[in-house]
């Protein structure tokens, strides 16, 4: 009997949901400046290029090139997806400073 419970628990499992990625119209962008602010309903992340390559100038221009809004939610999957990106990276290469 208990094996017929298990082999209906299993058989009433949902599938896991496949994601089919869609890359038709994914573009790529080279960004060396990120800057990010929030309110209560979203996180709002601003992304550009910095050509100032001089770091003892007073005045920079920064153009910003894209702007990503995300739920709270997805913001903190962000986070955590890009920690563990840094984890991985910094496992391989060597530490960030």
């Known amino acids: 009997m208990a094996s017929e419970e298990t082999q209906a628990a299993e058989t009433s499992r949902p599938e896991a949901a496949r994601v089919r990625w869609n890359a038709d119209g994914l573009k790529s962008s080279y960004c ?15 992304f550009g290029v910095n050509n100032s390559w001089d770091r003892g100038q007073t005045d920079m221009q920064v153009d910003l090139t894209h702007r990503i809004v995300l ?27």
């Open 71 to 97: 739920s709270p939610f997805a913001a903190k999957r962000l986070a955590e997806v890009l920690q563990n990106l840094v984890k991985e990276y910094e496992s391989r290469y060597g530490t960030l400073t």
């Open 32 to 46: 060396n400046f990120c800057n990010a602010n929030s309110t209560r309903e979203e996180v709002v992340l601003n």
